[in-house]
C-alpha cells in the first residue's frame, strides 16, 4: 500500500488541505510535506521528498506542490504509484512573470510582505469566493505566516523550475489533474496541456473555482480526490 503525500503550494503549509484531511482514505496514512520550507530549488524540494517518504507514494500537489510533484516523478517514476497534479503548470518560467516576481522579492526583502500579498490576493480566488472575506483573509493569513525568506527562496524556486513537458510523456503511473474553470494563476490552458501530454489522464475541471481548489471548492475537490484515491484503498 503506498502513502500519500500532499504537497502544498507556494507559502502554504498543512492548513491549505484542512479541509481534505478528516475525509482521506485512512489507508494510505496522508501527510502532509514540508520540503518546500527546507529546501531552494524545486529539484531539492522533490528529492526531500523521496528521501522523507519510505517505500511507494502517491503524490498530490497543488501549484508549486505539483511540480514538485512532477519533478520527483522524473527522478524516482518507480516510487511514484500515482500521481494528482492540482492547478499547476508544467511549463518553465516566461520573462514576463520572472520580472514581476523579482519585482515582489525586492519588496519581500524590504519587509513589504502585506503591501504586496493584500492586493493581489484576490486573484487566487472565482470572484464568488473573492467576496467571502473570511476565506481570503484565512488565505493571506497562510501566506503572510511563511514570512520574506520563505516567500523570496520559494518564488525564486518557481523562477529557475525545470520544463516538466520533457518528461511527462514518459509517465505511465494513473494521474489525476484538477483545475478550476477561472484559474488565473495556471489557466485551464496549462491542464490542457499536461493531459495532451499525457492522454492516460483522467481530467477534473472544478466549475466557478479559481486557483485555489482545496479552499475554494473543498466539496468537490474531495469527492474527485477520493473517488480517484480507491484505486489504493
Request: aromatic content about 4%; glycine content about 4%.
Given at each position: 500500500?503506498?502513502?500519500?503525500v ?11 488541505w ?6 482521506l ?9 514540508d ?7 524545486i529539484?531539492?524540494?522533490a ?12 503524490l498530490?500537489?497543488?501549484?508549486m ?23 499547476t ?6 520573462p514576463?512573470m520572472?520580472?514581476?516576481?523579482e ?6 526583502a ?24 473570511a476565506?481570503v483573509q484565512?488565505?493571506?493569513?497562510i501566506?503572510?505566516d511563511a514570512?520574506?525568506q ?35 494563476l495556471?489557466p ?6 499536461m ?7 483522467q ?5 466557478q ?7 475554494e ?6 469527492a474527485?480526490l477520493?473517488a ?6
Amino acid at each position: 500500500m503506498p502513502h500519500l503525500v500532499l504537497l502544498p503550494g507556494l507559502a502554504c503549509d498543512e492548513r491549505l488541505w484542512e479541509a481534505q484531511l478528516p475525509v482521506l482514505p485512512p489507508a494510505l496514512e496522508a501527510r502532509v510535506s514540508d520540503a518546500h520550507m527546507r529546501h531552494d530549488t524545486i529539484e531539492a524540494m522533490a528529492a526531500a521528498v523521496l528521501r522523507d517518504n519510505d517505500g511507494m507514494l502517491v503524490l498530490c500537489g497543488a501549484s508549486m506542490g505539483g511540480m514538485v510533484a512532477m519533478e520527483a516523478a522524473r527522478q524516482a517514476p518507480d516510487r511514484i504509484a500515482g500521481l494528482a497534479l492540482l492547478g499547476t503548470n508544467a511549463r518553465p518560467e516566461t520573462p514576463e512573470m520572472a520580472e514581476l516576481r523579482e519585482s515582489a522579492i525586492a519588496l519581500f526583502a524590504r519587509g513589504e510582505l502585506r503591501d504586496v500579498i493584500e492586493p493581489n490576493t484576490v486573484f487566487a480566488f472565482h470572484p464568488a469566493q473573492a467576496a467571502d472575506d473570511a476565506l481570503v483573509q484565512r488565505y493571506l493569513e497562510i501566506v503572510l505566516d511563511a514570512g520574506a525568506q520563505q516567500l523570496i527562496h520559494q518564488n525564486r524556486a518557481v523562477m529557475r523550475r525545470p520544463d516538466a513537458r520533457q518528461h511527462l510523456p514518459s509517465l505511465r503511473m494513473p494521474v489525476l489533474l484538477m483545475c478550476g474553470d477561472t484559474d488565473r494563476l495556471t489557466p485551464p490552458d496549462c491542464t490542457r496541456e499536461m493531459a495532451a501530454l499525457m492522454p492516460h489522464a483522467q481530467v477534473v475541471w472544478v466549475p466557478q473555482c479559481g486557483h485555489m481548489l482545496t479552499m475554494e471548492k473543498p466539496a468537490l475537490v474531495n469527492a474527485a480526490l477520493s473517488a480517484w484515491l480507491a484505486q489504493w484503498s
